[in-house]
């Protein structure tokens, strides 16, 4: 399970990625392309270009830390937008299509019944 405070946003670098690269161009392709600060905490996810492999890049106040997932087979769904959540992180690295999830609402606050009387 992924566990991220709510404070951390998590950004993707929508176009191909060379993985071979490390800390320090990986967090140049955070400024330039991202145009985002790579020492702010947030988590920066990386893809190459046939999608089978995956780095996520952050900082942890004393250094940048890389995760990094490689597929045997298959691929990792194809992430179009510029920021996704935990879960939506999750389920890309379990191998779950986005674009058809659907996030089912399971609890919602009752309304108050605007005919309240009072005796």
């Known amino acids: 399970m992924l566990s991220l405070p709510p404070s951390v946003r998590i950004f993707v670098a929508r176009g191909a990625v060379d993985l071979r690269k490390s800390f320090d161009a990986l967090s140049a392709v ?9 020492l702010s905490g947030h988590l920066f996810v990386f893809l190459n270009r046939p999608r089978d492999r995956i780095k996520v890049l ?5 250094g940048f830390c890389l995760f990094y997932k490689r597929l045997e087979k298959g691929r990792f769904a194809e992430l179009k937008v510029e920021e996704i959540n935990a879960r939506e992180l999750l389920c890309v690295l379990e191998g779950i299509e986005l674009s058809t999830a ?8 009752p309304k108050l019944d605007a005919r309240i009387t009072t005796t």
């Open 102 to 109: 659907r996030t089912r609402r399971w609890y919602t606050e």
């Open 58 to 62: 952050y900082w942890d106040r004393c």
């Open 30 to 38: 955070v400024r330039e392309v991202l145009r985002q600060d790579p």
